[in-house]
């Protein structure tokens, strides 16, 4: 079944199963979280994209996004 969440990932039209909970520092307040979703195929170099960038807050199922994440 189909959730509607299509991966992050430029080129990728997967459904997400991962959420990529994140901000910027410079342009966001501590608490905003913005989401990048994730197919199980690109969920680990989506990741250490906004990790090395210390951007990553935290990763989450595509079901488990917080209603205030966006």
Do not use: Q, Y
């Amino acid at each position: 079944m189909s959730t509607g969440l299509v991966c992050s990932a430029k080129g990728c039209r997967a459904t997400a199963t991962w959420a990529h909970l994140w901000n910027n520092p410079r342009l966001h307040t501590p608490e905003r979280r913005k989401v990048w979703l994730a197919c199980d195929e690109h969920r680990v170099s989506l990741g250490e994209f906004l990790s090395v960038r210390g951007f990553l807050k935290e990763t989450v199922p595509a079901a488990e996004i917080p209603a205030d994440a966006g």
